[in-house]
């Protein structure tokens, strides 16, 4: 799903550098650094990056919730990775 006016050279130039962060915070810190400065990035294109990086939700009420949203997602990405070392830690086998 995509904001009727979003720039898809841009949807996908971000989406591609979310996807390549990973789990490091500061290259995800660096890519939404970007995404607050960048011109490019208006709010239909911040919804959608939005929408396709969380998935599960159609659109945003605003570009600042958008915006949360992609770090909401990250951090839990995070922590879930972090549960998951945690438990492989504990298994014994």
Request: proline share 4%.
């Amino acid at each position: 799903m995509s904001a009727p006016d979003a720039n898809p050279i841009v949807v996908r130039r971000y989406l591609d550098a979310l996807a390549a962060v990973g789990l490091s915070r500061e290259a995800f810190d660096a890519v939404a650094r970007m995404l607050k400065i960048d011109d490019d990035v208006g709010r239909h294109e911040l919804e959608t990056i939005a929408v396709r990086y969380v998935g599960g939700r159609s659109s945003y009420p605003s570009k600042q919730r958008a915006f949360e949203a992609i770090e909401d997602e990250f951090r839990e990405r995070l922590r879930a990775a972090k549960k998951r070392d945690a438990i492989a830690k504990t298994r014994p086998w």
